[in-house]
């Protein structure tokens, strides 16, 4: 049998900008598979400009031409779903239904790797194909025609992975507020500081600008804010690009087509709604408000974020 032409999104977003919030909303699209966890498909050998900003798990992956098959699938950090499948009673996600085992997949990874060369772009489908072998109870239509992935802040490698897949391969940036998105990042056990932060989600909008004009086919940007209004509308809108139908499953996050009530744990974004996104900015002081505008007041005008702004400034 013919293998299913693999066409592959990644989804990206700073850290509490809705990338989980996105990734709980795609997931009960009828024509994807959708990731069950981060994907984190980086590697220790990530090195550039950009590699003491951002957590190395987090970026598209290199490997050494000299690595095997099996020790490329090593090399794969994907924290999250390791973490459950081998120790679950340590994983935040351990009250979820997961039958998957590691070598189960890897198994899948290698028969889909003999007699192919071993390219990034090769190895990272073998990866995502095999997940959705390996994982015994995943809900399938049958009508899948995209893998999804997500990894935080992966869009500034966005050109990368546009360039493995060509016309197959998609990135769609999640950005929001920067207010929003802090207040939500000072909830975290050791919160980044605002200039800490600030920098990093400046550079996600930096890059992601720069490569939404240069692929507008395949770098794609939406608006949290725009998003939790209307999911099934503006994510309907994003999957018919794709060349995908529209789905209702579009309008409430879920995991393995199971609804959620709340996105966390997969998320520190617990109920995404218009009125929780400008409560969350209105936690923070006006020191704090003050100090964030300064540093991202270009990209509020850029995004429009001028209205949002006034109401958690006031």
Same mark, same amino acid.
């Given at each position: 049998?013919?293998?299913?032409? @693999?066409?592959? #999104?990644?989804?990206?977003?700073m850290y509490e900008n809705g990338g989980n919030t996105t990734h709980r909303l795609l997931d009960g699209h009828p024509e994807m598979f959708v990731y069950p966890f981060e994907?984190?498909?980086?590697?220790? +050998? *990530?090195?550039?400009?950009?590699?003491? =900003?951002?957590? #190395?798990k987090y970026r598209w992956p290199i490997f050494p031409s000299s690595a095997t098959a099996e020790e490329m699938y090593r090399l794969i950090i994907d924290e999250e779903c390791? *973490?459950?499948a081998n120790t679950p009673f340590v994983s935040k996600f351990?009250?979820?239904?997961?039958?998957f085992a590691d070598k189960d997949r890897m198994a899948a990874y290698?028969?889909? #790797?003999?007699?192919?060369?071993?390219?990034?772009?090769?190895?990272?489908?073998?990866?995502y194909r095999a997940t959705f072998i390996a994982w015994k109870n995943v809900k399938k239509t049958g009508n899948e025609k995209f893998w999804v992935g997500y990894s935080p802040i992966i869009g500034?490698?966005?050109?990368?992975? /546009?360039?493995?897949?060509?016309?197959?391969?998609?990135?769609?940036? *999640?950005?929001?507020?920067?207010?929003?998105?802090?207040?939500?990042t000072k909830k975290r056990p050791a919160p980044l500081s605002i200039d800490h932060y =600030? #920098?990093?989600? *400046?550079?996600?909008?930096? @890059?992601?600008?720069?490569?939404?004009?240069?692929?507008?086919?395949? +770098?794609? /940007?939406?608006?949290?804010?725009?998003? /939790?209004?209307n999911p099934k509308e503006v994510l309907g809108a994003l999957v018919q690009k794709l060349g995908l139908a529209p789905s209702d499953t579009l309008a409430e996050p879920s995991w393995n087509g199971e609804v959620l009530k709340q996105v966390f744990p997969w998320g520190t974004i617990r109920i995404p709604t218009e009125?929780?996104?400008?409560?969350?900015?209105?936690?923070?002081?006006?020191?704090?408000?003050?100090?964030?505008?300064?540093?991202?007041?270009?990209?509020?005008?850029?995004y429009g974020y001028e209205e949002v702004y006034q109401k958690i400034a006031a």
């Open positions: 049998m013919a293998e299913t032409q @693999y066409n592959f #999104l990644m989804l990206s977003a994907s984190q498909p980086g590697t220790k +050998f *990530v090195t550039d400009h950009l590699s003491s =900003m951002y957590p #190395l390791r *973490v459950r351990r009250d979820a239904a997961f039958d290698l028969e889909f #790797l003999k007699d192919k060369p071993l390219t990034r772009a090769n190895v990272m489908e073998a990866f500034v490698d966005g050109d990368k992975i /546009i360039r493995d897949y060509g016309e197959r391969g998609h990135v769609l940036h *999640v950005v929001r507020n920067p207010f929003s998105a802090y207040g939500d =600030m #920098l990093g989600w *400046v550079t996600c909008q930096y @890059y992601a600008k720069i490569f939404a004009e240069k692929y507008p086919n395949n +770098f794609h /940007i939406v608006k949290y804010e725009d998003e /939790i209004k009125e929780s996104n400008v409560a969350t900015g209105r936690e923070l002081n006006k020191e704090e408000i003050a100090e964030i505008y300064a540093r991202t007041k270009e990209w509020i005008t850029h």
